[in-house]
């Protein structure tokens, strides 16, 4: 099971790159051995082919991320029992619970923070297009 | 030069750029509509004069052309086509865009969407307008109908129902924003200012003096305020919507797209002709089909190359982009390390000024 801590800090920028949603990044991932972090990034984009993916491709932990990023119960429980305390408070950094971002900044990880923050903006977004816009905040 | 200073001047050049495509879509959909306009008048053998702003029809009465301004069939065919033909082409962008979407060069995106919100306002506009100013527009259509007329309650009905229609499809232009301007980069509040918002009024004061000027055109100036009453609601939600993403400035370097501007400009020799008038003359005697064949014919023909004439230029910047890039490539490799060999034969012995250069 890889973790995202496991990866080069260049493969990591490119990670958030992909995550904004730049096509550029995506093909670096997926054409230089990092397919899983491809898909990662549209899972949490909402892609619900590249969730399957991950799951059927032994990513299942990054698969498992995604939906926890998103607060689906399950997935929340999971990473808990799972005792990795980065996918715990990195998962709940992403959430906007306090305590997974304070964890981060005590450990220094701080391509993580500006990753966690890119996530909590994608997410807001993906909040957003599903509401009236009288109820934006 | 400082950062603010450059970010100025390339925000003037985009907005420039800008306004000179909505101008492009703006005329294109507006020449789009009077072109099937005049199509059916012509083959219902009914002269029109062409003006700059609206279309003028024989509406003389005669023992020949009496039935056709009385036949709401007829009223249908001159003037529901150009709204249909207008919906289908603004149904094609709206198509091109939310399929290519952000995989589209900026400028053909923009234009998409220009020609989408011009389409809309176009096809309801004159209708709306139409009604409010007595216009020989789609509004007939509903008159011949019995709906809007002679009953005055059917008339503010109709007019009602266009706008929440309009204010409807304006609501779901919004939602192609997304595939206009990656939102999650931070740009859009730039790129939606200089793209969108400010290039719209530049353009409109353009259309102004092109459609207002000598003759005060109302359902022009109405269009004009429900365009700009779009582009602001547009980009009120922009900001509201994205106002949890941190704003970038864009300072991407852009270059002035002249010959476009220069075109626009010229136009302005097309309304010193369209301000005269252009007759177009239908006799009462003949059936036109054959005319009609040549015209429809020729301009699908010229239509088809001028589609191959730009796939060609597209094709031909392509490959000479790939070139570039792949030269690029080489040099790059080679890490300046070229050898002297391949920079072929020195024309001048050099190294007598060794010392001095």
Same mark, same amino acid.
């Given at each position: 099971?890889?973790?995202?801590?496991?990866?080069?800090?260049?493969?990591?920028?490119?990670?958030?790159?992909?995550?904004?949603?730049?096509?550029?990044?995506?093909?670096?991932?997926?054409?230089? +051995?990092?397919?899983?972090?491809?898909? &990662? *990034?549209? #899972?949490? $984009?909402?892609?619900?082919?590249?969730?399957? @993916? !991950?799951? /059927?491709?032994?990513?299942?932990?990054?698969?498992?991320?995604?939906?926890?990023?998103?607060?689906?119960?399950?997935?929340?429980?999971?990473?808990?029992?799972? +005792?990795?305390?980065?996918?715990?408070? &990195? *998962?709940? #950094?992403? $959430?906007?619970?306090?305590?997974?971002?304070? @964890? !981060?900044? /005590?450990?220094?990880?701080?391509?993580?923070?500006?990753?966690?923050?890119?996530?909590?903006?994608?997410?807001?977004?993906?909040?957003?297009?599903?509401?009236?816009?009288?109820?934006?905040? | 030069?400082?950062?603010?200073?450059?970010?100025?001047?390339?925000?003037?050049?985009?907005?420039?750029?800008?306004?000179?495509?909505?101008?492009?879509?703006?005329?294109?959909?507006?020449?789009?509509?009077?072109?099937?306009?005049?199509?059916?008048?012509?083959?219902?053998?009914?002269?029109?004069?062409?003006?700059?702003?609206?279309?003028?029809?024989?509406?003389?009465?005669?023992?020949?052309?009496?039935?056709?301004?009385?036949?709401?069939?007829?009223?249908?065919?001159?003037?529901?086509?150009?709204?249909?033909?207008?919906?289908?082409?603004?149904?094609?962008?709206?198509?091109?865009?939310?399929?290519?979407?952000?995989?589209?060069?900026?400028?053909?995106?923009?234009?998409?969407?220009?020609?989408?919100?011009?389409?809309?306002?176009?096809?309801?506009?004159?209708?709306?307008?139409?009604?409010?100013?007595?216009?020989?527009?789609?509004?007939?259509?509903?008159?011949?109908?019995?709906?809007?007329?002679?009953?005055?309650?059917?008339?503010?009905?109709?007019?009602?129902?266009?706008?929440?229609?309009?204010?409807?499809?304006?609501?779901?232009?919004?939602?192609?924003?997304?595939?206009?301007?990656?939102?999650?980069?931070?740009?859009?509040?730039?790129?939606?200012?200089?793209?969108?918002?400010?290039?719209?009024?530049?353009?409109?004061?353009?259309?102004?003096?092109?459609?207002?000027?000598?003759?005060?055109?109302?359902?022009?100036?109405?269009?004009?305020?429900?365009?700009?009453?779009?582009?602001?609601?547009?980009?009120?939600?922009?900001?509201?919507?994205?106002?949890?993403?941190?704003?970038?400035?864009?300072?991407?370097?852009?270059?002035?797209?002249?010959?476009?501007?220069?075109?626009?400009?010229?136009?302005?020799?097309?309304?010193?002709?369209?301000?005269?008038?252009?007759?177009?003359?239908?006799?009462?005697?003949?059936?036109?089909?054959?005319?009609?064949?040549?015209?429809?014919?020729?301009?699908?023909?010229?239509?088809?190359?001028?589609?191959?004439?730009?796939?060609?230029?597209?094709?031909?910047?392509?490959?000479?982009?790939?070139?570039?890039?792949?030269?690029?490539?080489?040099?790059?490799?080679?890490?300046?390390?070229?050898?002297?060999?391949?920079?072929?034969?020195?024309?001048?012995?050099?190294?007598?000024?060794?010392?001095?250069?």
């Amino acid at each position: 099971m890889k973790s995202l801590t496991h990866y080069d800090i260049k493969i990591l920028i490119a990670l958030n790159k992909s995550l904004h949603g730049q096509k550029k990044f995506f093909n670096f991932l997926l054409q230089n +051995g990092y397919p899983e972090l491809a898909a &990662f *990034s549209n #899972a949490v $984009r909402g892609d619900e082919a590249a969730l399957h @993916w !991950l799951f /059927d491709n032994n990513f299942g932990s990054l698969g498992v991320l995604s939906n926890a990023i998103d607060n689906e119960k399950k997935a929340v429980q999971w990473v808990m029992k799972s +005792g990795d305390d980065f996918m715990i408070h &990195f *998962s709940a #950094a992403c $959430r906007q619970e306090k305590f997974g971002m304070k @964890w !981060l900044k /005590d450990k220094e990880l701080d391509v993580f923070i500006i990753m966690a923050q890119e996530i909590i903006t994608i997410l807001e977004t993906q909040i957003k297009d599903r509401m009236f816009w009288y109820r934006w905040k | 030069m400082e950062i603010k200073q450059i970010q100025n001047r390339f925000g003037k050049i985009k907005m420039l750029n800008s306004a000179a495509i909505f101008v492009l879509s703006f005329m294109l959909v507006f020449y789009l509509y009077q072109f099937f306009t005049i199509i059916p008048a012509f083959s219902h053998q009914i002269t029109t004069i062409f003006y700059t702003g609206t279309i003028r029809f024989d509406n003389t009465t005669s023992a020949l052309s009496a039935d056709v301004w009385t036949d709401a069939d007829n009223i249908m065919a001159i003037f529901g086509t150009a709204p249909v033909v207008v919906i289908i082409f603004t149904l094609l962008n709206l198509l091109v865009l939310t399929e290519f979407g952000l995989r589209l060069n900026e400028s053909l995106r923009i234009f998409c969407y220009w020609n989408i919100i011009n389409g809309i306002v176009r096809v309801l506009g004159n209708f709306i307008f139409g009604h409010i100013f007595f216009l020989w527009s789609s509004n007939l259509i509903t008159d011949f109908l019995e709906i809007s007329f002679p009953n005055a309650f059917g008339k503010i009905l109709c007019v009602l129902a266009a706008v929440i229609v309009a204010l409807l499809c304006i609501w779901a232009t919004f939602g192609l924003i997304k595939y206009l301007f990656n939102p999650l980069l931070g740009y859009i509040r730039d790129k939606s200012l200089y793209n969108i918002a400010l290039p719209s009024l530049i353009g409109v004061a353009y259309l102004a003096l092109f459609f207002l000027i000598p003759h005060f055109n109302p359902n022009e100036l109405g269009i004009f305020a429900m365009i700009l009453g779009c582009v602001l609601f547009i980009y009120a939600l922009v900001i509201r919507k994205y106002k949890h993403i941190p704003p970038k400035r864009n300072i991407l370097a852009v270059k002035l797209n002249l010959p476009l501007i220069i075109f626009l400009l010229a136009l302005f020799l097309v309304k010193i002709i369209t301000d005269r008038g252009v007759l177009i003359y239908a006799s009462l005697y003949r059936n036109y089909l054959t005319e009609l064949f040549l015209v429809i014919g020729f301009g699908l023909l010229g239509l088809i190359a001028l589609i191959a004439v730009a796939y060609h230029l597209y094709k031909r910047r392509k490959q000479k982009k790939k070139m570039l890039e792949e030269a690029k490539k080489i040099f790059e490799e080679n890490n300046g390390e070229t050898d002297e060999a391949f920079w072929g034969v020195e024309k001048h012995d050099m190294s007598k000024y060794k010392d001095t250069l």
